[in-house]
C-alpha cells in the first residue's frame, strides 16, 4: 500500500507526509502549495520560500503520475519544428532548434513539466498518434505547416517561436524586419554594393520579411536586389551550387546575405571552390550565431536573437495558456544586435 500523494510505501505504524502536512508546516492552505507545486497559480517567494522549508523539513515527495491522474494532464511540453534537419540541427545536432529546446526544457522544469524535442518527421499525425503533450512550442511555422495543421486539429494550446505566415494565436515576435535590416546595413557599412538575399523555399514568414526589408533597403541605397532561392532539404550542397551560378552570373559580387546558417556555410564551400576571399573579395552574413557561424573560416558575422530569453518567454506563455491565466501579451524579447567577426572585415573572431 502507498500513499498516494507521495507514492512512498507506508510502515507499519508510520504516516507519510501530505500536501495538508506540508501547509500546515508552511502556515499556508494546501490549495496554496498546490500552486507552488504545480506553477498553476503565482506564489509569492517568501510564501514559496516557506512551502520549500516545509517539504524539506518533511521530506515530502509529490506523486507525478498520481498528479497527472487527477488533473488529466500528462505534465509535459513538446517542442516541434518542421525545418528540415539540416538546417534545423545538422550533422553536429546542434543547431537553432536545440538552443531553443535547452532553455525551454530548464524554464517547464522550473514549472515541474518536462519537455519533448519532436523532430522534423514526415507524418506527425501518425508519430505522435499515442504520445501525450498537453502543449506546444512551433518554431517559425511555414504557411502549410504540417505541425500547425495537426496541433490545431487537436486544440492543442500553442505558442509559436517567431511570427507565423498567418497569426491565430500567441508568438514570440522575433523581429524579421529588425534583424534583416542590420543585417543589411552592416553589409553596406562593411563596402558591400552587389550581394544577393539567399533564402530557402518554404513559405515563412521569415523569408518574407526577409526579402521585404531587403529589397527595399536596396532600393534605398540605390542598388539592384537580387533574390536566391534554393531547397533548404539540402543544406549546404545547393547553397554552395547556388552561389557559384551567382558568381558566373554577378562576378562583381562582393557579399551575401544569408539568414540561415546552415545555408551560410554551403556559400563558404562555393566561395572557396570559385577561389574568392573572404572578406578581402566577398563578405558574408547570416543571422543565427551558432556553433556554425563561430567554428567557420574566417568566423561569420551573426546576430545575437538572444535565444535563451526567447526560448524562456515561449515557455512560459506556453504553460500559462495551459493554466488557462494568460491575460496580457506575450512579452517582446530584447532587440537583435550584430555580433561582428571577420567574414564582413568587422570584429575578431
Known amino acids: 500500500m502507498s500513499d498516494s500523494e507521495t507514492g512512498k510505501p507506508k510502515k507499519p505504524g508510520g504516516k507519510r507526509p501530505t500536501v495538508v502536512d ?48 487527477r488533473t488529466g494532464r500528462a505534465n509535459t511540453i513538446a517542442l516541434l519544428s518542421s525545418m528540415p534537419t539540416a538546417v534545423a540541427a545538422g550533422a553536429s545536432k546542434l543547431g537553432f532548434m536545440m538552443e531553443i ?4 526544457a530548464l524554464t517547464a522544469l522550473s514549472r515541474d513539466v518536462a519537455l519533448i524535442l519532436v523532430p522534423p518527421i514526415d ?62 546595413r552592416h553589409l553596406l557599412a562593411a563596402g558591400a554594393r552587389s550581394f544577393p538575399l539567399m533564402i530557402g523555399v518554404s513559405q515563412r514568414r521569415s523569408y518574407a520579411d526577409f526579402e521585404r526589408t531587403y529589397c527595399a533597403e536596396l532600393s534605398r541605397a540605390g542598388l ?31 557579399g551575401v546575405l544569408v539568414p540561415v546558417d546552415a545555408l ?53 506563455a506556453l504553460l500559462d495558456l495551459i493554466e488557462g491565466v494568460a491575460d496580457s501579451p506575450v512579452p517582446r524579447p530584447p532587440r537583435p544586435e550584430i555580433v561582428a567577426r571577420l567574414s564582413t572585415g568587422h570584429g575578431g573572431a
Not at 529546446?101 to 525551454?104: C, D, G
Not at 531547397?231 to 558568381?247: V, Y
Not at 556554425?292 to 558575422?301: Q, Y
Open 22 to 69: 506540508v501547509a500546515r508546516r508552511a502556515g499556508v492552505s494546501p490549495g496554496t502549495v498546490s500552486n507552488a507545486l504545480s506553477g498553476k497559480r503565482r506564489v509569492d517567494a517568501e510564501t514559496r520560500a516557506r512551502i520549500d522549508d516545509a517539504i524539506r523539513d518533511l521530506d515530502y515527495t509529490p506523486n507525478m503520475a498520481a498528479r497527472g491522474m
Open 101 to 104: 529546446a535547452a532553455s525551454a
Open 123 to 184: 507524418d506527425p499525425v501518425e508519430a505522435l498518434r499515442n504520445v501525450p503533450f498537453d502543449g506546444a512550442l512551433l518554431v517559425e511555422p511555414a504557411a502549410d505547416d504540417r505541425f500547425l495543421d495537426l496541433l490545431t486539429s487537436r486544440a492543442v494550446p500553442t505558442v509559436a517561436v517567431g511570427r507565423p505566415a498567418d497569426p491565430q494565436g500567441p508568438f514570440v515576435d522575433l523581429q524579421y524586419e529588425e534583424t534583416a535590416r542590420l543585417m543589411i
Open 224 to 254: 539592384v536586389p537580387r533574390v536566391i532561392r534554393v531547397d533548404e532539404a539540402q543544406g549546404e550542397t545547393t547553397a554552395a551550387a547556388a552561389i557559384l551560378r551567382d558568381l558566373e552570373r554577378n562576378p562583381a559580387c562582393d
Open 264 to 316: 551560410a556555410t554551403g556559400v563558404m564551400v562555393g566561395l572557396r571552390a570559385a577561389g574568392r576571399s573572404v572578406p578581402r573579395d566577398v563578405k558574408v552574413i547570416t543571422r543565427y550565431d551558432g556553433i556554425r557561424a563561430r567554428t567557420e573560416t574566417p568566423p561569420l558575422t551573426a546576430v545575437d536573437l538572444h535565444l535563451d530569453r526567447v526560448a524562456e518567454i515561449a515557455t512560459l
